[in-house]
């Protein structure tokens, strides 16, 4: 900022005037009030000045250089947890980001992780900078885990893989590359979908649209128009697929429905774009979270699949995922990695080593591996327990007759609730519950002992009509709507 400046002149001692007196405006001399005045001859835009008789001032208005600089809102997702923090009721919950809790919802490092670390700790590993593309035993590893070993796009070094900021930063740097070498081409993205999608695409400059992918009236799959978007799309378009445990609904294709959607894609000459963060984390199993990449990979498809290790490994702080390039022939994937590389080098110049030792050592160690099989099924076991419960709640506390059973259709840490977001907001604000605005809950930060007030809470939500400021209630037992005029208050 500018800093003040004030230069007085004067003859007599009596018309020293101080700084504060001055800028305040305070100051007299005779009957006339001291000003200031836009000092334009001078091309100063910071400076003020005026002349009184023998007096003569100059002052700097602190004006910063970002007062162009707007507040930005805050995150969706992250500012639900800072509004969390700041909720003082001892009831209240954070649904909001999808973090795994445990059942006294306290955060969960796993116990092969805390392994994996003493490992490193005993073997004295160094901190020095890694290679552009990251640690070669966690690319090797990150791969195999997504293909399996014996894959044949491993086997002919068809997989261009390159670590990256976990899964966020490797849809960025997938999204640089598809910038500079298919200018113009558009990403096709579900609606709804994460809500950083749309943000790495808009920072990268590519263009993207959406095609249908939730259903309102079944709290379900529009597999239809979700096709009908895709084939309509132009030729060649990058098609963004979660790869499992759609984020935010939980909806996932079935087997049949994949296959629909890889035969759509092919005949478009579409590019298929994976975003898998819950591999193993959603149904437990490695292999079967997996099975949407493999069957295009077995098409003999070229594709990109950004991979993250925050959920099924709980390495959120760590930043550790990757971006895989599925090509036609090894010396396409050699070229497509070395782009890569040159666009990582002036973006992040080279990823963190930490977490891709963990990964690398898990993986690489048999008894670790199995180990954290066995986590992940637990952890994923504790969401299926949770999702029923509050299914059960739901059911049992709900007189209404509403089929809640879409709740157990879903799969993964998130259930989409069909709640609206004024609804969503009666949950915050009446029941200190926090979710995204979309009505998404993450079910890792549910206990079963909550269960049930959260089920009240949603009953209380979705059957309660909110217009204006006039509160209507459902009363389930004569199935009628009464006003609180309590509750009505002129604007």
């Known amino acids: 900022m500018a800093s003040t400046m004030l230069s007085l002149a004067s003859t007599t001692p009596s018309a020293s005037l101080s700084t504060q007196e001055i800028l305040k405006g305070k100051a007299r001399l005779g009957s006339g009030r001291v000003g200031t005045l836009l000092n334009k001859e001078k091309g100063n835009p910071f400076i003020k000045a005026k002349s009184f008789g023998r007096i003569s001032m ?25 509004a969390f923090r700041a909720d003082t009721d001892v009831k209240k919950l ?47 590893a990150t791969a195999e885990l997504l293909f399996g070993a014996d894959n044949p796009v491993i086997k002919q070094q068809r997989v261009a893989t390159v670590q990256g900021l976990s899964g966020t930063g490797s849809l960025r740097l997938a999204a640089a590359f598809i910038e500079r070498y298919f200018p113009g081409a558009q990403v096709l993205i579900s609606s709804p979908t994460w809500g950083n999608h749309k943000n790495i695409f808009n920072d990268a400059r590519v263009p993207w649209s959406e095609y249908r992918y939730y259903d309102p009236k079944t709290v379900g799959l529009d597999f239809e128009g979700m096709i009908s978007d895709i084939k309509a799309a132009p030729d060649g378009s990058f098609v963004l697929l979660h790869g499992c445990a759609h984020n935010p609904t939980g909806i996932d294709p079935t087997p049949e429905q994949w296959e629909k959607i890889c035969d759509v894609i092919q005949e478009k000459n579409h590019i298929p774009f994976f975003d898998v963060a819950y591999q193993g984390f959603a149904s437990g199993s490695l292999d079967a979270d997996a099975s949407s990449v493999r069957l295009f ?29 599925v090509c036609s022939s090894a010396d396409a994937a050699a070229r497509v990695k070395s782009q890569l590389k040159r666009i990582a080098r002036p973006m992040y110049s080279n990823p963190p080593v930490h977490g891709a030792r963990i990964v690398a050592n898990v993986v690489g160690d048999p008894a670790l591996f199995n180990e954290w099989k066995a986590e992940m099924e637990m952890m994923a076991g504790r969401i299926k327990n949770v999702r029923q419960k509050l299914f059960d709640s739901l059911s049992a506390k709900d007189k209404s007759g509403k089929d809640w059973s879409f709740i157990l259709k879903q799969i993964g840490m998130f259930s989409f609730t069909g709640l609206n977001k004024t609804q969503s907001e009666n949950m915050t604000n009446k029941w200190h519950v926090y979710l995204t605005k979309d009505g998404r809950i993450s079910l890792a930060g549910l206990s079963l002992a909550k269960c049930e007030y959260l089920a009240d809470a949603i009953i209380d939500s979705y059957h309660n009509k909110f217009c204006n400021n006039v509160h209507w209630y459902y009363i389930p037992v004569s199935f009628d709507w009464i006003l609180d005029p309590g509750l009505h208050k002129s604007k």
Request: net charge negative.
């Open 58 to 82: 100059t002052a700097a208005v602190n004006v910063s250089r970002f007062e162009g600089v707007a507040m930005a809102p805050p995150d969706p997702i992250l500012g639900v947890s800072e």
């Open 94 to 140: 954070n649904l909001g980001v999808g973090a795994y809790r445990t059942e006294e919802l306290q955060p969960y490092v796993l116990d092969v992780v805390k392994k994996a670390e003493n490992l490193m700790l005993e073997r004295g590993e160094n901190k020095e900078y890694l290679a552009i593309e990251g640690l070669a035993a966690f690319n090797k």
């Open 297 to 325: 990979a077995a098409r003999g498809m070229e594709l990109f699949i950004a991979q993250s290790y925050s959920k099924n490994l709980g390495l959120y702080a760590e930043r550790i995922g990757a971006i895989n390039v």
